[in-house]
């Protein structure tokens, strides 16, 4: 059974920053890609970023900058460094995976999700 674990999110001030993680298990996606999605309230999930296969990494035009994502493929971990949080950056963040090696962000590319961690960032 595949599973995608978060972890790290938490209450940060603006400014602050929050290191979030994802453990595979089930299954290796070392070959393939994984992702951070997010959701505010009321709103659609949306791509943050994903890292692909030996560490070529995509993100959100609204992240870039501010948000570094890395693998450590021997342990089938994914981070989400995040800094110089803004309120905006207020969401469940999720973990996505595919087998595929893709440049994608629609929801639907992705096969496993996590459970997802609150990030909330006060002003």
């Known amino acids: 059974q595949v599973q995608l674990v978060e972890s790290g999110g938490g209450l940060v001030q603006a400014g602050g920053s929050l290191r979030l993680s994802c453990a595979a298990s089930?299954?290796?996606?070392?070959?393939?890609?994984m992702a951070w999605f997010r959701q505010a309230p009321g709103k659609a999930r949306e791509f943050v970023g994903s890292?692909?296969?030996?560490?070529?990494?995509y993100y959100a035009n609204s992240v870039k900058g501010r948000f570094t994502i890395s693998r450590d493929n021997a342990k089938d971990l994914v981070y989400l460094q995040m800094l110089s949080l803004k309120p905006e950056d207020t969401a469940v963040y999720f973990c996505?995976?595919?087998?595929?090696?893709?440049?994608?962000?629609?929801?639907?590319?992705?096969?496993?999700w996590g459970q997802g961690t609150q990030v909330t960032v006060s002003s």
């Open positions: 089930g299954r290796s996606f070392s070959s393939g890609t």
């Open positions: 890292t692909i296969r030996r560490g070529s990494t």
């Open positions: 996505a995976a595919t087998v595929l090696a893709i440049v994608n962000a629609q929801v639907g590319s992705y096969d496993y």
